[in-house]
């Protein structure tokens, strides 16, 4: 079987007519046994990067030898089944370990070849000795601007420090700041980058020169409901709107509200998981950034067009908010 048609098929078992570019681009450092950072976010064909490592890692005869950290549980079971359905003829398993009734990963229960689990549930495992990576082969770190957003990134450093210098690396990132170019350089030696473009050295912007949003809003809503009417309120008077949201659940609730209000859905992309416009609507003009259920950071503000920023978190999370000097 020819490389190319190694890609389509891969393509093809997630849902991809066509080889992704991020496939295409990460194809040759994945051959030549490169590290792996890419610029690139969900809806993009990541999943069929991760099948591509996978099975030109694992042997079907071995245990555990690639794993997958993830910021969630649907996550989880969202690249697990797309790398099972690309390596599955090869023989190889990949999947996520269930819990055991106190809550905790239940490692030994897995026969996979390709474990798939967020960071704060392996590490306590590792920790006990009820997980080796002493045969891990591959890591691969999926949303690392996630993982950090969601807290799991305490967990991340830590395990990462576990691993052997033979362990190959890939890390992805819809957002591509100071602190993942410092992961990248720190643990992705001589690392391949992709695009190049994106890791290219910037100031942050000056807000003087209009490089932080024109209105900034932070709603607290103790349900989603709450949050949901806040959302739609704060956009009332916006053309366009990207959201980035918490959970699975929440993107579809946030895509059910703003269509309730006249948006129209697009395919998301671009490291936001929401995309909706309503160009035909008398009066609304311009765009908008909104966090739905996530924390925002003077960085997110700076990492984007220079229009509205919505952040709409649960209240318990009003400590947690770094301060926004810019409004």
């Not at 849902?15 to 994945?30: C, D, N, S, Y």
């Not at 000795?129 to 305490?154: F, K, N």
Request: proline letters at 6%; charged letters at 25%; a negative charge.
């Amino acid at each position: 079987m020819s490389n190319e048609s190694s890609l389509s098929e891969i393509a093809a078992s997630i849902g991809f007519r066509k080889v992704p570019e991020v496939l295409a681009a990460a194809e040759t450092p994945i051959d030549r046994g490169h590290h792996l950072a890419l610029a690139s976010g969900r809806g993009s064909g990541i999943e069929a990067v991760y099948s591509l490592a996978v099975s030109g890692t694992c042997n079907p005869e071995a245990g555990l030898q690639a794993l997958v950290l993830v910021p969630t549980r649907d996550r989880a079971t969202e690249v697990a089944l797309a790398i099972q359905r690309a390596v599955g003829e090869r023989g190889l398993r990949a999947g996520v370990s269930t819990l055991r009734p106190d809550g905790s990963l239940d490692v030994e229960a897995a026969t996979v070849q390709c474990l798939v689990a967020r960071p704060s549930l392996l590490l306590p495992e590792i920790r006990l000795g009820r997980l080796s990576l002493g045969g891990l082969a591959l890591l691969v770190l999926d949303g690392v601007a996630d993982l950090q957003d969601l807290d799991e990134w305490t967990s991340v450093d830590p395990l990462l420090d576990t691993l052997g210098g033979d362990t190959r690396r890939i890390a992805v990132t819809r957002r591509v700041d100071e602190e993942f170019q410092k992961l990248v350089k720190r643990q992705l030696p001589r690392g391949r980058r992709w695009p190049e473009s994106a890791f290219e050295e910037s100031e942050s912007p000056d807000p003087a020169e209009g490089g932080y949003p024109e209105r900034l809003d932070v709603g607290l809503g103790a349900t989603e409901e709450e949050r949901l009417s806040l959302l739609t309120r704060a956009l009332s008077g916006r053309a366009e709107a990207r959201v980035r949201c918490r959970s699975e659940d929440a993107i579809r609730s946030v895509g059910a509200a703003l269509e309730s209000v006249g948006f129209t859905l697009g395919e998301p992309g671009e490291g936001w998981d929401v995309l909706a416009s309503r160009p035909e609507a008398g009066g609304a003009t311009g765009a908008a950034r909104a966090w739905f259920g996530l924390p925002l950071t003077i960085d997110a503000l700076a990492a984007g067009p220079r229009d509205q920023a919505v952040a709409l978190v649960h209240a318990t999370h009003n400590a947690h908010l770094e301060p926004l000097t810019y409004t």
